[in-house]
């Protein structure tokens, strides 16, 4: 069934803390009904669109990351391809800035 992706521990890390992330947001939704924010985003947001949000800025940022990897290797010499860590380490941080601050 899950055969057509590629499963490598930061892809299923990755993936989990989604889960985990909806499945938090989903109770703290129903135990405490957010509000339109405005933040540094340009539009009042809740909380659910600030994790939506979030979530698609995670996934650009990996996919930016493993298109530009090769590269990387190249332009600054080195022995091999960065860890995929160091995206997903980029793209929750950028994600708990747009949930904390968006």
Not at 24 to 50: C, F, H, N, Q, Y
Request: glycine letters at 6%.
């Amino acid at each position: 069934m899950f055969e057509w992706m590629a499963w490598t521990t930061p892809v299923a890390v990755f993936f989990l803390c989604i889960v985990i992330m909806l499945a938090g947001m989903t109770v703290w939704e129903i135990k405490s009904p957010t509000t339109l924010r405005r933040g540094w985003l340009p539009l009042a947001t809740t909380r659910g669109d600030r994790l939506f949000i979030g979530l698609l800025a995670a996934a650009y940022v990996n996919l930016a990351f493993v298109g530009i990897s090769g590269h990387l290797v190249q332009w600054f010499s080195l022995s091999a391809e960065p860890s995929i860590w160091i995206s997903f380490v980029l793209s929750m941080a950028l994600l708990v800035l747009i949930l904390r601050k968006g």
